[in-house]
């Protein structure tokens, strides 16, 4: 049974056809230290991140599981069925982030980027306003907000010009999408 319902949900991740499915990642800044953890839905492209000055597991666990109780509670069963991470040592405390939020995480194959495709692709629209070497302690919440917004509200040919906020609300309506 459980090997049936993990191909089915590879299957829902893999066309796009149901919403619910996250990539996440980490944009490391100068020196190693500080970052951005993104999380970007494949269905709508959408992008939610937020800025971390020290990405050790418990500190990045903790942000998800701040991230995902941010998700509306009328949506939350419909958005947040399973987030797909690198092998980093960052989520070495994954099952805390599971038990707290009901979110299954599953891992890439070693050195397989492709396949968090799309979160790999977002964080390179996001180098666009913090490039390599930026040191996140002196980026502010606002600028990652502003980016964040921007990219979210930039139509996207694989989304039929709509950008993934519209996609987004689209899904959810777009009260539940504002407050993401």
């Given at each position: 049974?459980?090997?049936?319902?993990?191909?089915?949900?590879?299957?829902?991740?893999?066309?796009?056809?149901?919403?619910?499915?996250?990539?996440?990642?980490?944009?490391?800044?100068?020196?190693?230290?500080?970052?951005?953890?993104?999380?970007?839905?494949?269905?709508?492209?959408?992008?939610?991140?937020?800025?971390?000055?020290?990405?050790?597991?418990?500190?990045?666990?903790?942000?998800?599981?701040?991230?995902?109780?941010?998700?509306?509670?009328?949506?939350?069963?419909?958005?947040?069925?399973?987030?797909?991470?690198?092998?980093?040592?960052?989520?070495?405390?994954?099952?805390?982030?599971?038990?707290?939020?009901?979110?299954?995480?599953?891992?890439?194959?070693?050195?397989?980027?492709?396949?968090?495709?799309?979160?790999?692709?977002?964080?390179?629209?996001?180098?666009?306003?913090?490039?390599?070497?930026?040191?996140?302690?002196?980026?502010?919440?606002?600028?990652?907000?502003a980016a964040r917004?921007?990219?979210?509200?930039?139509?996207?040919?694989?989304?039929g010009w709509m950008?993934?906020?519209?996609?987004?609300?689209?899904?959810?309506?777009?009260?539940?999408?504002?407050?993401?």
């Amino acid at each position: 049974i459980l090997v049936g319902i993990v191909a089915t949900l590879f299957a829902e991740a893999a066309d796009r056809a149901v919403p619910g499915h996250w990539e996440g990642d980490l944009v490391v800044g100068s020196g190693g230290r500080s970052c951005l953890v993104t999380l970007v839905e494949r269905r709508t492209r959408f992008l939610v991140a937020r800025r971390l000055l020290s990405h050790e597991s418990r500190t990045v666990v903790d942000l998800l599981v701040e991230m995902v109780a941010s998700v509306p509670d009328g949506v939350r069963d419909a958005l947040l069925s399973t987030l797909t991470w690198d092998q980093g040592v960052e989520m070495a405390e994954h099952a805390r982030f599971t038990e707290a939020t009901g979110f299954r995480v599953y891992f890439c194959d070693p050195h397989s980027p492709w396949q968090r495709g799309t979160n790999e692709n977002t964080n390179g629209l996001l180098r666009q306003y913090f490039p390599k070497g930026t040191d996140f302690s002196s980026v502010t919440d606002a600028e990652v907000e502003a980016a964040r917004d921007e990219l979210n509200g930039r139509p996207r040919k694989t989304l039929g010009w709509m950008s993934p906020a519209e996609a987004m609300a689209g899904l959810l309506g777009s009260d539940a999408a504002g407050a993401i």
